[in-house]
């Protein structure tokens, strides 16, 4: 098993082609047919993962290093290279995802598998299409299936609950130096994620200048999603007067400008001098901050920031803003994601609508 490596870009891809342009055909499009299995790891994240240029969370990135790993293992446990895939080795990994992990791992780590032979289908590498043969296991995006893999669990808190552990969340310091910036900050981070029903990825990623005014003179907060997608959310009342005391506590600067990229959420736990970049806050960091909130709250320990959006958007389909809405401001590729909220909401709904009718 080698190790894997990942361009940083596709300059540095194209770079690097321009040195070996027997990868070029006749008519100068990529073909990785006399490559080796390395060179073709190698190729497949630069340009068929990491594409566009587009900026990957650590976290993402983790995750397609551990789904590479996975067929890297596989293979040598089978003595196998890339070469050697064929139609049943397709079938035979596919069966041992589904046996081996969980349904959204291995749709996950089968989504990788699929891309990575679709890749080497479009580059020569492989000669047939390989990828039609993939099997995905089906599952309810944004919720988890019970132990049997029937009814579906719903990820979620009451709105009630939400503000249990969202009270919390200023709690959830453990030194004190610089407390009331650390307890501001824990603060207003619980209150996005509550109110925005951001992604944790969206939410560390904010800078000071996200933020601007409309024209009617109401806070926004202009978001990088999945896929480098934009989208506009509205900052309410008290979320913005949040916002605006922790810059406060923080000695940051209150004034609305597009044009600064600092972060938002950074560590605070030593001084930060005047003139030193912030190190923008973990994923890791506002995990452990979730998970103390909801510790010291006495909540479900398997609370954690990916539950305060589903939260969110059944919040808003419980006060009836319309679907359409609601797939907006949550980010949604498909109307049928948010769709599968309503369902639930619905279905828990059926004996008010029955609760007049007499037989």
Not at 229 to 255: H, N, Q, V, W
Not at 285 to 303: Q, R
Request: hydrophobic share 40%.
């Amino acid at each position: 098993m080698f190790e894997l490596s990942i361009f940083q870009s596709q300059d540095a891809f194209l770079e690097m082609l321009q040195s070996r342009k027997h990868l070029l055909d006749g008519n100068r499009n990529l073909s990785l047919e006399n490559c080796t299995d390395e060179e073709f790891l190698e190729y497949f994240f630069a340009i068929g993962i990491l594409k566009d240029n587009r900026t990957f969370s650590p976290h993402t990135i983790k995750a397609y290093r551990s789904d590479a790993k996975t067929l890297l293992s596989f293979l040598a446990a089978h003595a196998l290279s890339f070469r050697d895939i064929g139609f049943p080795e397709v079938k035979t990994f596919n069966r041992f995802m589904i046996e081996t992990y969980k349904p959204k791992s291995a749709l996950r780590k089968l989504e990788f598998f699929r891309r990575f032979l679709e890749f080497g289908f479009n580059t020569n590498f492989y000669s047939t299409r390989l990828s039609v043969w993939i099997q995905k296991p089906q599952i309810q995006k944004g919720h988890v299936a019970d132990s049997n893999g029937n009814r579906t669990i719903m990820r979620e808190l009451s709105t009630h609950e939400a503000k249990i552990i969202i009270d919390c969340f200023s709690k959830a310091v453990k030194t004190q130096k610089n407390r009331p910036q650390i307890e501001a900050r824990n603060r207003l981070i619980g209150f996005l994620l509550l109110t925005l029903g951001i992604r944790a990825s969206e939410l560390i990623q904010l800078n000071w200048g996200s933020f601007r005014h409309n024209n009617r003179g109401e806070l926004l907060v202009d978001v990088l999603g999945k896929g480098g997608k934009e989208r506009t959310l509205p900052i309410m009342g008290e979320t913005a007067s949040i916002l605006f005391e922790y810059r406060k506590i923080c000695d940051d600067s209150t004034d609305i400008n597009p044009n600064v990229t600092e972060p938002l959420f950074y560590s605070i736990y030593n001084k930060i001098d005047p003139g030193v970049n912030k190190k923008r806050l973990s994923y890791a960091a506002l995990y452990k901050i979730v998970k103390e909130a909801v510790n010291i709250a006495g909540s479900n320990p398997s609370v954690s920031p990916h539950w305060f959006r589903h939260t969110f958007v059944t919040s808003l389909l419980e006060q009836d803003v319309p679907l359409a809405v609601v797939k907006d401001l949550a980010g949604h590729a498909d109307i049928s994601i948010t769709n599968l909220y309503l369902e639930r909401i619905q279905e828990d709904r059926m004996h008010d609508h029955l609760k007049n009718v007499r037989f």
